[in-house]
C-alpha cells in the first residue's frame, strides 16, 4: 500500500510542497482547498507529469475533506501569506480562523494521521492544530526550522564557496524575527564556522537568515516564498514517511525541555514514523539560552492572544 499525504491549502507552498512530494515519489498526494477548481487543476497537471518524471502515484484536488480519508499525514498550509511591510504576526487572527476550520476537518477524515503546519505565524498555528486536534505532540509539528537552517546553510556556503551539501546548520527559537541561529553548532565538512568567518561578517549572515523570509516578500510583492518553504516540508514528509530517525530543527511542543513548558517552539527534533520520536537537548552558552527564552516569549504572546 502507497503511503497518503493529503495537503490542505493548494496555493504556492501547498501546491508546490504536492511537486516535491510527487518528484520524490513519497506517497499519493491530495490537495484540498476552499477555491473551487483550483486544487482539482492543480493535481490534474501534476498528475500528468507523472510518466514524465516515471513516478507511480495518484495526485488528486478535492474540495471535500472525504478525499484525504486515512491520510498518514496531512500538511497545513491554508491561510493567507505576508505582504511586504506585514510581520508574520499580523496574520495570527485571520490563519487561526482558517485554522479553526480546517483541523477538525483534518481529524474527523484522518484521525490517525501526522499533521505538519506549516501556515503563519508558525508557532501558534501549531499550537493551535495542538489544541484543536487533541493529538498527542508526537503528532503534531510545525515547519520553519528546516528552512530557517536552510536559508542559513545557503548563505554558508556562498559565503565560503563549498558545496551546500558540506554545510549543517542550526537555527532554534521561533519562526520570527527572534529565531536563534547557532552559530557554533552550524558546521563546514564537521569544521564550526566560528572558525571559518570572521565575527562581523558572520553577525551579517546570520542577520540575512532572521530576515530571509522578509528579503523574498520584498521581491515577490504579492506573496511570500514558497520553494524552499515546501521542499522544507517535503523533507520532514520524508523523515516520517521512511522513519529515517533524522534530526531536524522543527516546532514542537515543549513539556519543560530548554526550560520551556507548554509552548511550540523550535528545537532539534528527531522524526521518525511515530512522528516525533525525540528532542534532543543541546548545551546552550546563557547568551543563546537568552535568545531562545526571548523568542519563547514572543511566541507565547501570539498564543495568549488567541488563547490556545
Ligand atoms: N512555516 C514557514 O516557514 C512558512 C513558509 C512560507 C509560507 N508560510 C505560510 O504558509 C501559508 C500559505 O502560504 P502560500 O504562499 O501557499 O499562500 P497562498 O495564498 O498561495 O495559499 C494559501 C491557500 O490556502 C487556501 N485557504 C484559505 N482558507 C482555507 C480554508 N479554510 N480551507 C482550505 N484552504 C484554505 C487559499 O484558498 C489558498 O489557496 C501562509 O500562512 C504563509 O505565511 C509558512
Not at 510545525?142 to 528552512?147: E, Q
Not at 532554534?172 to 562581523?200: C, F, K, Q, W
Not at 529515517?244 to 528545537?267: H, N, T
Request: aromatic fraction near 4%; proline fraction near 4%; charge should be negative.
Amino acid at each position: 500500500m502507497r503511503k497518503k499525504v493529503s495537503i490542505i491549502g493548494a496555493g504556492n507552498v501547498g501546491a508546490t510542497a504536492a511537486h516535491w512530494i510527487a518528484s520524490k515519489e513519497l506517497a499519493d498526494v491530495v490537495l484540498v482547498d476552499i477555491a473551487e477548481g483550483i486544487p482539482q487543476g492543480k493535481a490534474l497537471d501534476l498528475l500528468q507529469a507523472m510518466p514524465i518524471e516515471k513516478r507511480d502515484l495518484h495526485v488528486l484536488g478535492s474540495n471535500d475533506y472525504d478525499a484525504t480519508a486515512n491520510s498518514d499525514i496531512v500538511v497545513i498550509t491554508a491561510g493567507i501569506p505576508r505582504k511586504p511591510g506585514m510581520s508574520r504576526d499580523d496574520l495570527l487572527n485571520t490563519n487561526y480562523k482558517i485554522m479553526q476550520d480546517v483541523v477538525g476537518k483534518v481529524v474527523a477524515a484522518s484521525p490517525d494521521a501526522i499533521l505538519i503546519v506549516v501556515s503563519n505565524p508558525l508557532d501558534a498555528m501549531a499550537q493551535a492544530a495542538y489544541k484543536i486536534s487533541g493529538f498527542n505532540r508526537e503528532r503534531v509539528l510545525g515547519m520553519a526550522g528546516v528552512l530557517d537552517s536552510a536559508r542559513f546553510r545557503t548563505f554558508i556556503a556562498e559565503e565560503l564557496n563549498v558545496s551546500v551539501e558540506n554545510v549543517t546548520a542550526f537555527v532554534l527559537g521561533g519562526h520570527g524575527d527572534t529565531m536563534v541561529p547557532l552559530a557554533r553548532y552550524s558546521t563546514v565538512a564537521g569544521i564550526p564556522i566560528t572558525e571559518l568567518i570572521a565575527p562581523d561578517r558572520l553577525k551579517q549572515l546570520i542577520e540575512r537568515t532572521a530576515n530571509g523570509g522578509a528579503e523574498i516578500v520584498k521581491h515577490l510583492k504579492t506573496g511570500s516564498a514558497y520553494y524552499a518553504p515546501s521542499s522544507a516540508t517535503a523533507e520532514m514528509v520524508e523523515a516520517i514517511l521512511k522513519d529515517k530517525k533524522k534530526i531536524m530543527p522543527c516546532a514542537a511542543f515543549l513539556q519543560g525541555e530548554y526550560g520551556i513548558d507548554g509552548l511550540y517552539v523550535g528545537v532539534p527534533c528527531k522524526l521518525g514514523e511515530r512522528g516525533l520520536e525525540q528532542i534532543i537537548q543541546i548545551k546552550l552558552t546563557d547568551e543563546e539560552n537568552a535568545a531562545l527564552q526571548k523568542s519563547a516569549a514572543s511566541v507565547k504572546e501570539l498564543v495568549n492572544v488567541i488563547g490556545v
